[in-house]
């Protein structure tokens, strides 16, 4: 079976809108886009060129889609990433899109979980869920996430959409990996064990 795995840039208050540029994703007035570069270093970027290894497909919500295919398709070709992003397939939940163009892309047809289900259940490596927050969400609430592999940077932001958020499902991780960069990044990989459980000191 196919592992869901949710790759996500988080600042240190678990703030994921908008790492990637300032006009990325102003929704409800978030002023921060672009904070994720300024906090980044060479580790953070092994870390995620790892991760992508073992996976042969990303599974992307419309708005993140929209923002990859606007840009990889024309980036700079000598970027190790251009060539993964365009070639690998492209799975995308949306309830707006009729079509997408970019190449290796497939629009999931019929309700996002059980798509999803049969992706699990289908051949293939590892699938990777990027940015895509209302998606995660989603995912999150169904039990499909095998994994998070999390870079938690050192900024605090104050608002914007968490993936963590108000009404996330209670559970328990077990951590894969956790390391910390020379820049101060926690690059966590967790799994998801059951209900947490509770004690007192």
């Given at each position: 079976m196919r592992k869901i795995i949710i790759c996500t840039f988080l600042t240190l208050d678990g703030v994921m809108q908008a790492p990637g540029g300032p006009d990325e994703d102003a929704e409800s007035g978030f002023e921060h886009g672009g904070w994720q570069k300024p906090v980044a270093d060479d580790e953070v970027g092994a870390a995620i060129a790892g991760w992508y290894e073992h996976a042969d497909a990303m599974l992307l919500g419309r708005k993140t889609y929209e923002i990859f295919a606007s840009y990889w398709p024309t980036a700079d070709p000598d970027n190790p990433f251009t060539h993964r992003m365009n070639s690998m397939h492209k799975y995308v939940a949306s309830r707006t899109l009729?079509?997408?163009?970019?190449?290796?892309?497939?629009?999931?047809?019929?309700?996002?979980?059980?798509?999803?289900?049969?992706?699990?259940?289908?051949?293939?490596?590892?699938?990777?869920?990027?940015?895509?927050?209302?998606?995660?969400?989603?995912?999150?609430?169904?039990?499909?996430?095998?994994?998070?592999?999390?870079?938690?940077?050192?900024?605090?932001?104050?608002?914007?959409?968490?993936?963590?958020?108000?009404?996330?499902?209670?559970?328990?991780?077990?951590?894969?990996?956790?390391?910390?960069?020379?820049?101060?990044?926690?690059?966590?990989?967790?799994?998801?064990?059951?209900?947490?459980s509770y004690d007192s000191y």
């Open positions: 009729a079509s997408v163009e970019w190449q290796n892309s497939t629009l999931l047809e019929g309700g996002t979980v059980d798509a999803v289900r049969e992706l699990k259940a289908s051949d293939g490596g590892n699938i990777n869920v990027v940015g895509s927050g209302d998606l995660a969400q989603t995912l999150m609430q169904h039990g499909l996430v095998d994994e998070y592999r999390l870079t938690i940077h050192p900024v605090i932001i104050g608002t914007g959409k968490r993936l963590f958020a108000d009404g996330a499902i209670p559970t328990a991780l077990e951590p894969v990996s956790v390391s910390t960069t020379k820049g101060g990044t926690i690059l966590g990989v967790y799994r998801p064990g059951g209900k947490p």
